[in-house]
């Protein structure tokens, strides 16, 4: 199973290569992840991805990339959307896939605590601690 997921540290640093992978001052910004320290995602998809933002990057205008990650069924699948911007701004081109990533879910982070005094609503918990 180790060859068929990509680390997140990995992918995040195989999207800044196909960004810079045409001109190297090309800038990216990814967004939806930044509350996320740990994940793995499915290899296949990060490679699309990373075409994807190589054929963003294609047309001469683009100098600035956006990756956004929106959950779609969270704690699985993922869309995105690779948005290329010209030097004004304006967005040229955006291209949507999906993206498997498998993120820990709360307990993950409470492996530590002695205690645990679960307030949330009876909706909210997913599963039980």
Known sequence: MRCMHTKLPDFLAKMQAAAKRIR??????????ENVDTA??????????????????????????????????????????????????????????DLAADIPTVEYYLTDAEVIDDRRSAGHKQTQL
């Open 40 to 97: 793995k995602v499915a290899s296949l998809r990060c490679g699309r991805i990373e075409e994807e933002i190589y054929e963003v990057t294609q047309d001469p205008d683009i100098t600035e990339v956006e990756l956004r990650i929106v959950p779609f069924n969270p704690e699985v699948i993922y869309s995105t959307i690779a948005k290329g911007y010209d030097a004004s701004g304006k967005c040229k081109i955006a291209i949507l896939d």
């Open 24 to 33: 190297p001052e090309t800038k990216i910004v990814i967004k939806g992840l």
